[in-house]
């Protein structure tokens, strides 16, 4: 036997759960040029026995069909005579199916020839098999235009590994080879594998995009395999009881995925765009599950620490914060964009709270901390919370100066966390340790002038100039304004196509000063006509804005460790 079917075979099989296989079937009859009318979560509690899913599509004769799929998978994916007979057993199922019409609009729906299949990720047993065909024939006997059909393990083996494996996922030695290794090293990392990044880079180079007016199949196969990719991650983090595997892996295939639509300037095409909604709305789902098992750990007092790090945890509870907050501050401005921020009270409360129980929330360590601080200000700002954006900022800062003034420590502006534990455990600034000039305090000086802060200005303006601390800011080339267009360094990518693919440095060091006439301190109203005179520095028309995805720059700053640029705080209206 092929050992790209036994693979197919093998996971199939590991789908445990009727839910699994729901999802996973769809994708199936997708990319064999059905069109899926209904899913098994539309109808979920409905009346609709035996049409789990309703499609259209090419019968094997050759004819145009209207098909009903009713699925059994988890503890009733062997067909036997208790789950034949059973309550919702598949014999009241084929009745059901056979007798009650499904209502579509779809052309000439119900002059269809009609084909009943049962679909089970497993065997059937016993003289059940015999019963099961003999109920087929005679309620064929009884009905026009219809037939049945079951497909077991073995057919479902076939199809996924001809229709969607077979296409693109194992259809050389080399993804065969780089697929089987991401899933044996799945839980071997803090990140995702080199074998992972190859196995995208390599599906997407088997094919040369070309305009055309229709979505060719094999684009449409790519796209499907996309989806089975995440899929089968997801599935795979389910064993190891571990959402943390599928939420590294499918953040870096959602990136991947838009990164090559901006690269082939495709952020408007619908044709595409519709596969990567569907990618991206199953991550979405995905963080929900994982939130959902975790927000109740991360309510309690220090939820999220661990008892088990030994000293480690003096920095591991705050890296672990800032980046549970990370992705949680990611969801809720998905979540507000598309739900019209109808639950802004609700999230606002969640947010408060998990701040509240796990105080290491306001001690950032390295610079790129910076990131999570921002979002969880601009989310405060645009809830309407400004007294609640004030008092974090004030903790933020008092945390800030505490370390500098008792620890000698301010957050490395290196962002390496290595570098931190070494000062931490030795007391001794390691070589490559950076704290003379601070792009985390040059930021959270801003908001004090864009939340009017100007007794907390007075106190850390003095903290700054008695330190000597450089206030400086990443600025990109990029901007629309700019006269430094000519310094680009990647002229072969533009600013997203960069940012959704790498560690984004192709900018400069924009300075903030404390002081005018080099001697004399700045005002507060000074400075914050300063910062307003900087808004025109950095502006930039995003494309990703454009299509309609503007958190999804989020999630790029985030995973490639890029801060994020001034337009994100310095556009706030107040």
Known sequence: MDIKNIVVKEYLESLTEKNELNRIFPILLESMGFTVLSKPTEYL?????????VA?????????????????????KDITDSNFYGKDGIHDSIIQASYNDFISAFPEFEKLPLKIVIVHNGIIKGNVQRTLENLFLKTQENLKNISFDRWDISRLTLLFSEKLFGEYLLVDSQSTKLFNRVLVNLNTTDGITSDFVDLLEVILLKEEWKKSKKLSRRWQLLFETFKLIGFIIYTESKEYNNLEIAKRYLTHLVIKFWHWILKNNLENDKAVTKYFDQVFNFYYKVLLEYFKRTIPIANLKDGLSSEHSGRY????????????????????????????????????LQLVNIINQNNVSCRPLIDIHSSVIISILNLFIDFGELQNAKNYLKLVLRQIKYAKENLDFIPDANNSIENVIRFTVTGVKPVYFSDSTSPILTVLMEYLALL?????????????????????????????????????????????????????RDGYQSETRLTKNFDKDLNFEEFKIKIVNKKTEFEYNYRTNQAGYPFLKDLAHNYFQTPFFPDKWRDLII
């Open 452 to 504: 009017d802060m100007e007794e907390e200005y007075d106190v850390m303006k003095e903290f700054i100039l008695v330190n000597k601390i450089d206030l400086g800011l990443f600025v990109p080339y990029h901007g629309i304004n700019s006269s430094s267009n000519h310094l680009i360094s990647d002229k072969e990518n533009d600013l997203e196509e960069q940012l959704f693919s790498k560690s984004f």
């Open 313 to 348: 945890e003096q920095i591991g509870y705050t890296k672990r914060t800032f980046e549970y907050l990370e992705y949680f501050c990611f969801i809720l401005n998905v979540e507000r964009f598309y739900n019209k921020k109808v639950n802004d009270k609700a999230m606002h």
């Open 56 to 76: 259209v599509g090419i019968d094997e004769d050759g004819i145009k069909k209207r098909f009903y799929f009713e699925l059994k998978g988890g503890a009733d």
């Open 45 to 53: 509690g409905l009346p609709e026995y035996g049409k789990d899913i």
